[in-house]
């Protein structure tokens, strides 16, 4: 296995996923994040049910990964710990949906993107890992892999 740089990793946009424990057992939700300070960042609000269950269980587990066939490049980071609920940071929130939605918010679907308005239902999770599991997978494809 070999190195890779993880702030790099974790600066491409990205889906994780989420594991939390549900209310009819465990829950995986894919999440737009970000990773600052060594921790990673991702909004709630009413629209999920997530911010409930984090106040029942606050213990998540949070998966990136990635698996290119053509390159044989197979990355994950792990990471474990109790997720806290934070105030909504409109700054943040900008941090985050540029990552993912580019760099000019006039061409964002500001229907359902728009950081100034997410403030009043909005609140971001905080996950400061206790464990974080960095794992460089990757191998030689083969002359007949998928390409």
């Known amino acids: 296995m070999t190195d890779f740089d993880v702030d790099a990793f974790l600066a491409q946009p990205l889906t994780a996923r989420l594991a939390t424990m549900g209310m009819n057992g465990p829950a995986v939700r894919p999440v737009w994040f970000l990773w600052e300070d060594g921790c990673f960042w991702w909004l709630t609000g009413p629209w999920s049910q997530l911010e409930r269950q984090l106040i029942r269980d606050p213990r998540v587990t949070l998966l990136v990964d990635t698996c290119d066939l053509a390159s044989g490049e197979v990355r994950q980071v792990i990471a474990t710990g109790s997720a ?47 464990r974080l599991v960095v794992k460089d997978l990757s191998y030689r494809p083969s002359a007949t892999a998928p390409r």
């Open 84 to 130: 806290e609920l934070r105030e909504y940071d409109v700054d943040r929130a900008l941090r985050k949906l540029r990552r993912y939605l580019g760099p000019e918010e006039t061409s964002w679907d500001t229907g359902r993107f728009d950081p100034h308005q997410l403030g009043d239902e909005a609140q971001f999770v905080q996950l400061q890992p206790e």
